[in-house]
């Protein structure tokens, strides 16, 4: 039995209306998903499979929720050994070893902060991260590069006292993580008083994904997890028992999205695929052996998955598929639904918040709308003044009961960057920088970051829309849309394309591509410029970083 029923007064809903209208979250005093979910399902359900983790190599590793509550408690223990309490800020650079679950939970024991990061991360990344947010320990894997990035970085991180290494390879000046994990008690004991945790406390720091400038440092407090409940519940659609895999590094905001709290509240056996390279076969294959009952990815995945031929594949076992992290195009939704039967869910939101917008059950889906806001958050598109747009109109999303409920999931503060939130938080609103319209039925329909909309000869387009045309086209794999400077225009659109396997560039396919877009939507929208690229310039959680592109074109055009 999952506990939402123990956090929610009505898990079941007649309707869109009556859920928006109806929903509500018991959040306890002095909430710690730790101990308040995951140590209570030990007691009542120690047996229950909680964690598949799964590799590339056919490797699989089951915990139960006993497992779980005995690994965590020994890594809390080792925490506290080596200095670690309430408020002291721990990074983890895991990939999806189980390790990641084990040291999230114990952090939440101690009461400490925990920052997930990516393998990805530089020398000057650490550095930088280290610094900004006072960081005594990394638990990272026995990677050779990685390891190397952090021994580079390590003199010039101020506070940081241990780097610990999960894996057989320990270099002599890091601290061996399952030496200390064998060593420490399966016993460890709720603090209490000053060292308990509250419900505003920080619990968790996230980098931003830095698309537009240096990653600012997003903190959510120890009700984060319970605003998840709507994620995996009414927009994933986890099962009671069921398998769901989210594709999500545990450095990324997502894996907080789709791989730990929502999910586990609802009783979700959560699986943990530790993939070297992403090979749409193989993850197929994997899908296909796991016998999955919910599946969550960003749109790249899908874009690749589509290519390869569905039918080979048995995944009658999965009832919902999801996808977030960037709009869902209307090709890549068809193309699925043709080839599974799947309708692929969307769900919109940010890493500062849970899920904002999605595609619930009670209503149909429109392919390329974003769907309907979450009944935790009071949505609404306002121009710049402030005011609410009427339909049909592009504005920005904001949070209207952002400050007078401040709806557990939304953001606690910006850490340390007073200019940030003066930015996201004025006359009781949060404004998340996203830029939408809302039709007559109710539905948001994505347009893109404020920063990300092109304004040509007096139109305003939003590169989603004309993103959506380009993917029509079957050369294209993936693209992006921004803004060239234009002294006629103001601006003119540009399409950066990566090209679909057995297609080559050539001066004919970009006009075959023009002449395409002109079709599909208005053909004012269609790329003046074509560009042809093997690979999009990316964040390290694997958003398209429109910004350096235009930045690019933007030194060109001056020289």
């Known amino acids: 039995m999952s506990m939402i029923k123990k956090f929610l007064p009505r898990t079941e809903f007649s ?67 080596m200095g670690i309490g309430k408020g002291d800020v721990v990074l983890l650079i895991l990939r999806q070893r189980p390790e990641v679950w084990f040291c999230m939970l114990a952090l939440h024991k101690l009461g400490a902060v925990v920052i997930p990061a990516t393998f990805q991360l530089t020398p000057k990344d650490i550095v930088y991260r280290c610094n900004a947010a006072d960081i005594k320990i990394i638990t990272t894997v026995d990677d050779e590069g990685l390891l190397n990035n952090i021994a580079e970085a390590r003199p010039a991180c101020k506070t940081l006292r241990e780097v610990c290494v999960v894996g057989s390879h320990i270099p002599q000046d890091c601290r061996d993580f399952h030496a200390l994990m064998q060593q420490a008690s399966e016993t460890f004991e709720r603090p209490t008083g000053s060292q308990g945790t509250k419900n505003d406390d920080p619990m968790l720091i996230y980098f931003s994904s830095g698309t537009t400038g240096m990653p600012k440092m997003l903190l959510h407090d120890f009700r984060y997890p319970l605003g998840h409940i709507t994620t995996a519940k009414y927009w994933q659609r986890v099962e009671d028992g069921g398998r769901h895999l989210t594709m999500a590094d545990s450095g990324w905001a997502k894996f907080g999205w789709g791989k730990i709290y929502g999910q586990w509240i609802c009783g979700a056996v959560i699986v943990g695929y530790d993939d070297e390279r992403f090979h749409p076969d193989v993850l197929l294959r994997t899908m296909e052996r796991l016998k999955l009952t919910t599946f969550c990815a960003p749109p790249t995945i899908y874009r690749f998955l589509i290519k390869e031929d569905l039918s080979k594949y048995d995944l009658s076992t999965i009832r919902h598929c999801g996808i977030a992290g960037e709009p869902l195009n209307p090709e890549v939704f068809n193309r699925f639904y043709e080839a599974t039967g799947l309708k692929v869910t969307e769900g ?37 003044n402030g005011d609410s747009c009427e339909d049909g109109i592009v504005g920005t999303i904001v949070i209207r009961n952002a400050q007078k409920d401040h709806p557990p999931g939304l953001i606690r503060t910006y850490y340390r960057d007073d200019a940030a939130n003066a930015r996201a938080f004025f006359d009781g609103m949060y404004s998340t920088g996203d830029m939408a319209w809302r039709d007559s039925d109710g539905y948001y329909w994505f347009v893109g970051r404020n920063d990300d909309v092109i304004k040509c000869s007096g139109y305003r387009i939003g590169p989603f829309e004309v993103e959506s045309a380009l993917l029509t086209h ?20 540009k399409a950066t394309v990566v090209l679909a396997r057995g297609y080559t560039a050539s001066d004919e396919l970009k006009k075959e591509i023009q002449s395409h877009v002109k079709h599909v939507t208005a053909p004012y929208k269609y790329p003046r410029i074509v560009e042809f690229v093997e690979e999009l310039p990316k964040t390290l959680s694997g958003k398209i970083r429109r910004i350096q592109i235009r930045n690019e074109d933007q030194e060109k055009h001056q020289n």
């Open 474 to 493: 079957p050369s294209v794999l993936e693209c992006a849309v921004t803004a060239v400077p234009d002294p006629v225009r103001g601006q003119v659109v």
């Open 348 to 384: 919109f939101g940010q890493s500062e918040t849970t899920v904002l917008l999605a595609n619930y059950p009670w209503f149909d889906i429109k392919p390329g709308s974003t769907g309907k806001p979450s009944p935790l958050y009071d949505l609404d598109i306002v121009d710049e």
């Open 15 to 81: 309707s869109y209306e009556d859920f928006k209208a109806n929903y509500r979250v018991n959040i306890p005093e002095n909430f710690n998903f730790a101990y308040d979910v995951m140590d209570e399902y030990a007691r009542l359900s120690p047996d229950r499979e909680a964690l598949l983790w799964c590799d590339d190599h056919g490797n699989e590793k089951h915990f139960t929720f006993a497992q779980v509550k005995a690994q965590s408690n020994r890594v809390a223990n080792a925490y506290r050994q």
